[in-house]
């Protein structure tokens, strides 16, 4: 497969209720500003005319969705138990939500005519 792989913490094999600590770093491999970067670099294509293949696809909107997860427990996190410390003193902030949410969007409009 061609192209910078998913962040590690993306994958089917986790049994971890939150993300890693190392995505609720300000920078870093795994973080949420790498993780922004990565979508940045259009990970759903293989090259110019062909769509990456499913498990690509599907990793992609594992990735986005564990994010926007943990970014929504940071915010609310009374509505969860278990919470991990690193989850609860992240510095991200709810705006990062938001974000991601446009970052995806402005991903997927690219493809609105396939």
Do not use: C
């Given at each position: 497969?061609?192209g910078k792989p998913?962040?590690?913490?993306?994958?089917?094999?986790?049994?971890?209720?939150?993300?890693?600590?190392?995505?609720?770093?300000?920078?870093?491999?795994?973080?949420?500003?790498?993780?922004?970067?990565?979508?940045?670099?259009?990970?759903?294509?293989?090259?110019?005319?062909?769509l990456a293949p499913?498990?690509?696809?599907?990793?992609?909107?594992?990735?986005?969705?564990?994010?926007?997860?943990?970014?929504?427990?940071?915010?609310?996190?009374?509505?969860?138990?278990?919470?991990?410390?690193?989850?609860?003193?992240?510095?991200?902030?709810?705006?990062?939500?938001?974000?991601?949410?446009?970052?995806?969007?402005?991903?997927?409009?690219?493809?609105?005519?396939?």
């Amino acid at each position: 497969m061609t192209g910078k792989p998913a962040p590690a913490w993306a994958n089917w094999h986790s049994k971890d209720h939150f993300l890693p600590n190392v995505f609720h770093q300000v920078r870093g491999p795994g973080s949420l500003p790498k993780l922004k970067s990565w979508l940045r670099t259009d990970p759903l294509t293989v090259n110019e005319e062909n769509l990456a293949p499913y498990d690509r696809i599907e990793i992609i909107a594992l990735a986005i969705g564990l994010a926007m997860r943990d970014l929504w427990v940071i915010q609310f996190p009374e509505k969860y138990s278990g919470i991990l410390l690193h989850v609860t003193n992240s510095p991200l902030e709810f705006r990062e939500y938001e974000q991601l949410s446009y970052d995806t969007k402005t991903l997927i409009d690219r493809y609105e005519d396939l």
